[in-house]
């Protein structure tokens, strides 16, 4: 008997180790960031056994069709390099419109679940006051161009995706850093509303803003518990 209760405790064991070694993570950071801003996440997921590719992309230079395909078969390549039975995403920002367009014509097999923190998902209102502007287009490049609010912006036009989506929402404290008059409440730079999609299987609201929300401790840990259960711990 108490071989067989060590048997099984070693088989519980290995399939859980195992098992996060089966699967790979896909990070993709936001506008104007690089792969530096996501290597927290990147070290926490490698500690549970993913494989993690997290390499930068161009996203000031590009369009958002441009640095799709790229982006994305990239970090597939490597995960399937792996033989990973399972391909998750974490993204931030602009990142999480890149997956959403990509499975607006792609199909990903082994895909597993999806967390998106702080994405403009129904846009930004910054984009709505400031595209037109000299330095914005100057500095933001063309995907800068197409993250409005409006029925005809790029996040708004694309249709619901499959895959299990958490989605984490910062809040900060006092006014928008660009643009006081976002509605409700926002993280600096998204309103928290806007972050939100029809097809999300969970949503968090933490306290954070946009630009350091993939640093925070908590934040982290919650990336780690969705790509396990499939839920925020609440």
């Not at 403009?120 to 500095?139: C, L, V």
Request: glycine share 10%.
């Amino acid at each position: 008997m108490k071989q067989l209760f060590l048997y099984l405790l070693l088989s519980l064991y290995l399939s859980v180790a195992l098992g996060s070694q089966s699967e790979c993570a896909i990070l993709l950071h936001g506008m104007g960031r690089t792969s530096l801003s996501l290597g927290l996440i990147e070290e926490a997921l490698e500690e549970q056994g993913y494989r993690v590719w997290n390499e930068s992309y161009p996203s000031l230079t590009q369009s958002v069709d441009e640095l799709t395909e790229p982006a994305i078969e990239s970090g597939l390549a490597f995960c399937n390099s792996q033989q990973s039975e399972k391909i998750h995403f974490v993204t931030h920002s602009l990142g999480g419109i890149l997956v959403r367009y990509y499975l607006q014509d792609h199909l990903i097999a082994k895909l597993g679940r999806i967390v998106m923190l702080a994405p403009p998902n129904q846009g930004s209102e910054i984009t709505d006051e400031m595209k037109d502007g000299f330095f914005y287009k100057a500095i933001l490049g063309p995907a800068g161009q197409v993250l409005g609010t409006d029925g005809d912006s790029l996040p708004n036009k694309l249709k619901p995706i499959d895959g299990e989506i958490g989605i984490i929402a910062g809040e900060k404290e006092g006014a928008s850093w660009f643009l006081p008059e976002i509605p409700g409440e926002d993280d600096g730079k998204v309103a928290v509303e806007r972050t939100k999609l029809p097809e999300m299987k969970d949503f968090l609201l933490v306290k954070a803003d946009h630009m350091f929300i993939m640093r925070d401790e908590e934040v982290i840990r919650q990336v780690v518990f969705f790509l396990r259960n499939g839920v925020f711990d609440n």
